[in-house]
């Protein structure tokens, strides 16, 4: 049997889709079947393709160059999209915060060079090392390109050298040499009565960060700046030191600096290496006063347990009173940044205590470690970059 | 009007909203004086009011019908655009550099959108509909959304016009100056759409007055119908509704937001005001200039009467209120008042300036309740930056 079209369809094929589609909209409009006032949007990718905006409180930096160092470590030198300077003290670092994965991950680079080296004018230098396994350091020594922009908050710490110290001694392991090298060059510069000692520590030859650089530095101080090389695997013919920078190796270096006057020691590498030089240090009588530090290690983060949904925040800042919701997937800072309280803070990642308050109700889960004392823990301080609100809380701007 | 009243009451339910909105439509049309401006608008009426080809979900394709006019001598003939060029060059600015890191909240009271008399909902209350707090706060947030995404298709019409008006224009200077429209334009629709899309998350559809108005100047051959259509109508306009919200709204990125595209609109409208004030003063019969000042009338009315958040209606009261309480609830309310209103602000000391304002036109304004802005500034005499302390 021919099956047949009903005529109705037939004839649909010979009516164009347009004025069909009109039909129906008057004929939906008599059967109270109206056409739906709004659509939810929300789906859509323009906005979010090119460019993400900055995170709350960043300073967007474009990587202008990038210099292979070693085969393991490379620098990038930043500048402002704005053509702003970056302005900062030998010693600081800057927080770099990376979208990989769509996961944000921050991490702390020291500058390389002082702002006096700083070339063009205006920028930083960081130097990565690449750390095994390591998320950011594998991601920026194989992938970093000239023209990346990334979010960068900072410059925070306070590793610098204050006054004008008889002798520095700088002793640095592996990446630990970045934040001293701009310290020596900033040192032998600026302060001419200073003599700076610097003892770094590496595996082999080819580890060696700013090799070329320091030996400039010698070449141009030849009496203020001793640079003394000490390595774990040396080659056949090696005149420098040889061992792991360990309490022993450190004491045998020093001895052999015959030093004479006050000292400063500014320390910075892998936290086994820097457990051992102080200990080793203070053996020698140093004072603790004259021992500073910069520890590299961020040893495994557990994250602040998440809170299920938005907590109410009170934040008292400058004798404002701002109140804030602190959501979910945030910390308190970035909510409340996002909701126009001006907050203090620097490096983002609990590392610097610029962001500090006093809780005084309400509840925090912070992330650990971070560089909060135990005394100021006791006295109810939190860190609003890594802390999450579980109750309603009610935080004042640290006075001090 | 009562008779149509009680008619449509005599029909079942779910047939009344349509068909009341059918007459309404009848009526505007019913009221136009000129047959012309009947001829140009009534095509349009039909496709927008009737088809609602605005909403029906698919892209809308519209012929055009003008001549792109080329000149292989590149003359310069304008110095007034020229300046205008000049400026609009340095006045670009990057959509993605507004702070979208900002966290937009519509339903946060403390940091509202839009303030809160914006409805009057004791007039609501007594119509038998009572909203609690969090209703009140979810109307004004579709308020909000709605306003913004009318000004989205406005924007995509002013897209589109300033894309023909820049083919179309005879002044050499005015297509260098319109290359910047263009531009302007686009980052208009990327900042309002971004804003809709991913911090309000609902986009209304277009309402079916403005689709006529669009639809009605795209589809006309005359240029200068376009340059006052879009130029002078619908920018005008705009730029009278952003001056309100962004006076208003309390949300940063919103007003910052604004603050960027009305400096964008002063300028827009002062190049309609110098390009059709010598048209319609030396170029045209008396007939073709009273037949715009009537095409402007209607238009304006259109907008005067009709731009009322029926698409908010049918979301919210369709089944609760009559259309014609809906009507008097915001025709009533401060806001909304203001908002109808201030949107006039802007365009009739502009209609003045290009010569649409004679005699024979201004009773009918002054009935319309319009003539109280006749004495304000026009574009040609305002800077953007003027424009934003007018409204502080
Ligand atoms: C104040 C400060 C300044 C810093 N300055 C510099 C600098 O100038 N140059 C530089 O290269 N790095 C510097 N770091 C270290 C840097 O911030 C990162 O910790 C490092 O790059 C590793 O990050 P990742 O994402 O690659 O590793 P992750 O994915 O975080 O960690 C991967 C694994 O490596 C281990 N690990 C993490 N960090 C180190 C480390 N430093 N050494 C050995 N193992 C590690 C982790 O425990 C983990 O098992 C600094 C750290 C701090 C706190
Ligand atoms: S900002 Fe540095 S610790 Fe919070
Ligand atoms: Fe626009
Ligand atoms: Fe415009």
């Given at each position: 049997m021919v099956k047949r079209t009903p005529w109705i369809e037939r004839a649909k094929g010979l009516v164009p889709a347009r004025w069909r589609r009109d039909a129906r909209m008057v004929l939906d409009g008599l059967a109270g079947r109206p056409p739906p006032p709004y659509w939810s949007t929300g789906t859509s990718s323009r906005a979010e393709a090119p460019g993400p905006s900055p995170l709350p409180g960043a300073r967007s930096l474009r990587v202008a160059a990038v210099t292979r160092e070693t085969p393991d470590a490379v620098s990038l030198t930043l500048v402002d999209l704005r053509g702003e300077a970056i302005v900062y003290r030998p010693g600081q670092f800057f927080t770099l915060a990376l979208r990989l994965n769509g996961e944000v991950l921050r991490r702390a680079y020291s500058a390389s060079l002082p702002m006096s080296e700083a070339s063009p004018p205006g920028s930083v230098r960081v130097t990565i090392k690449r750390v095994a396994g390591g998320r950011v350091s594998q991601h920026l020594n194989e992938r970093a390109g000239a023209g990346d922009v990334i979010d960068v908050f900072g410059p925070s710490g306070s590793f610098v050298v204050e006054g004008a110290p008889a002798t520095l001694v700088l002793i640095g392991g592996g990446s630990g040499a970045t934040p001293l090298l701009a310290i020596a060059y900033d040192a032998l510069a600026r302060l001419p009565d200073t003599r700076v000692v610097f003892l770094v520590g590496n595996r082999s030859t080819g580890d060696i960060l700013f090799c070329d650089e320091l030996a400039a530095l010698a070449d141009r101080h030849p009496g203020r700046f001793v640079l003394r090389h000490v390595l774990s695997h040396p080659p056949a013919e090696w005149g420098g030191g040889v061992g792991m920078l360990d309490a022993e190796t450190t004491a045998r270096e020093l001895d052999a600096l015959s030093m004479e006057g006050p000292a400063e020691y500014f320390v910075c590498g892998p936290g086994a290496m820097m457990d051992a030089v102080r200990g080793c240090l203070l053996g020698r009588a140093v004072e603790a006063g004259n021992i500073r530090e910069e520890r590299f290690s961020s040893p495994v983060h557990t994250a602040a347990e998440q809170p299920g949904g938005d907590v109410a925040v009170t934040a008292t800042v400058g004798g404002r009173s701002y109140a804030v919701v602190n959501r979910a997937h945030e910390t308190v800072l970035e909510s409340a940044l996002r909701q126009g309280a001006p907050m203090a803070f620097s490096c983002t990642m609990g590392g610097c205590g610029a962001c500090r308050m006093k809780l005084r109700e309400g509840a925090m889960t912070m992330e650990e470690p971070n560089c909060l004392s135990a005394d100021e823990r006791a006295q109810g301080y939190v860190l609003t970059c890594i802390g999450r609100a579980t109750r309603a809380c009610v935080l004042e701007a640290d006075p001090s | 009007m009562m008779f149509n009243e009680r008619l449509v009451n005599l029909l079942p339910g779910r047939m009344r909203n349509q068909v009341a909105q059918w007459f309404e439509a009848a009526e505007i049309f019913g009221e136009m004086r000129d047959p012309k401006v009947l001829a140009a608008i009534g095509p349009a009426g039909v496709r927008g009011l009737l088809l609602q080809r605005g909403k029906q979900g698919v892209p809308t394709q519209m012929p055009a019908a003008h001549q792109a006019h080329f000149d292989w001598r590149y003359p310069h003939d304008n110095a007034e655009m020229a300046s205008l060029y000049r400026r609009a060059k340095e006045g670009q600015w990057n959509g993605d550099s507004l702070p979208w890191h900002t966290d937009v909240d519509p339903f946060n009271p403390e940091v509202?959108?839009?303030?809160?008399?914006?409805?009057?909902t004791a007039k609501l209350a007594s119509f038998g509909v009572r909203l609690d707090a969090r209703e009140e706060l979810r109307l004004r947030y579709s308020l909000t959304a709605w306003m913004l995404s009318q000004f989205l298709h406005g924007e995509q019409g002013a897209l589109f016009a300033a894309a023909q008006v820049t083919e179309a224009v005879q002044f050499f200077d005015g297509k260098m100056y319109g290359s910047t429209q263009v531009m302007d334009e686009g980052r208009h629709v990327e900042v309002f759409h971004r804003y809709i899309d991913t911090k309000l998350n609902k986009l209304y559809q277009i309402n079916d007055n403005l689709y006529v108005v669009i639809d009605s100047l795209m589809t006309d051959g005359r240029w200068d119908m376009k340059f006052l259509g879009m130029q002078i109508m619908v920018e005008g306009l705009a730029l009278g509704a952003f001056g309100v919200i962004y006076k208003q709204t309390k949300e940063p990125l919103l007003k910052e937001l604004l603050r960027n595209v009305i400096q964008d609109e002063a300028r827009h409208v002062h190049y309609g005001v110098v390009a059709l004030r010598e048209q319609f003063r030396d170029h045209l019969t008396e007939r073709e200039r009273s037949e715009r000042e009537d095409w402007a009338y209607e238009v304006a009315l259109l907008m005067r009467n009709r731009f009322m958040a029926f698409e908010v209606y049918d979301e919210w009261f369709a089944h609760r209120l009559t259309r014609a309480q809906w009507r008097e609830l915001v025709s009533t309310s401060p806001g909304m008042m203001d908002f109808r209103h201030v949107m006039f602000v802007r365009l009739i000391p502009n209609l003045r300036e290009i010569g649409l304002m004679s005699p024979r036109i201004v009773p009918h304004y002054e009935r319309a309740g319009l003539m109280r802005y006749y004495h304000g500034r026009s574009a040609d005499q305002l800077t953007g930056e003027q424009l934003l302390a007018d409204l502080h």
């Open positions: - | 509202p959108l839009i303030p809160a008399d914006f409805i009057d």
